[in-house]
């Protein structure tokens, strides 16, 4: 598979959280398209290119934001497993909370990692837990 068919898909609804996640991830070279959708119905439109253009190749990799209008992270993620084309795809999930029950949420639904957010590669510089997420994150893009 080559780079050219990796695909990031972008899950989040707050617009200066999108622009971040596009700014951090292009600082560190990562120039793959990135596929935005504001909420997990939209997310599940793309996915299944259902009134919308199916994003194609499957996503390599998806971002999500757990806290979203219509559809959160957590039922986007639900409905995301259920459907074997889509059921392996890593999900990492970002979210501004260390909630533990989203974490145990996620646990269940088979989530590669968790990203805290405001997104921000300086401060993986730092050992905390989002620091494995992340390099994971990046292995799995740069793999493909």
């Known amino acids: 598979m080559n780079s050219g068919e990796v695909n990031i898909l972008l ?9 971040n996640v596009e700014r951090e991830l292009k600082k560190i070279g990562i120039t ?29 990799v998806i971002l999500l934001d757990i806290n979203m209008p219509k ?15 889509f059921s392996h ?3 990492f999930i970002m979210t501004t909370s260390n909630e533990e029950s989203d974490r145990m949420a996620a646990q269940r639904l088979n989530v590669s990692g968790y990203i805290v957010k405001p997104l921000s590669f300086d401060s993986f510089e730092r050992s905390d837990s989002s620091l494995d997420s992340f390099s994971l994150f990046l292995d799995l893009i740069k793999l493909k």
């Open 71 to 85: 559809m959160n992270g957590l039922e986007f993620l639900e409905e995301l497993r259920r459907e074997p084309e």
């Open 32 to 60: 793959h398209p990135i596929h935005e959708a504001r909420n997990g119905r939209e997310a599940l439109s793309m996915l299944r290119g259902e009134g919308v253009p199916k994003i194609s190749p499957a996503p390599s």
């Open 11 to 19: 899950v989040e609804d707050d617009y200066l959280d999108t622009m």
């Open 89 to 91: 795809i890593p999900v």
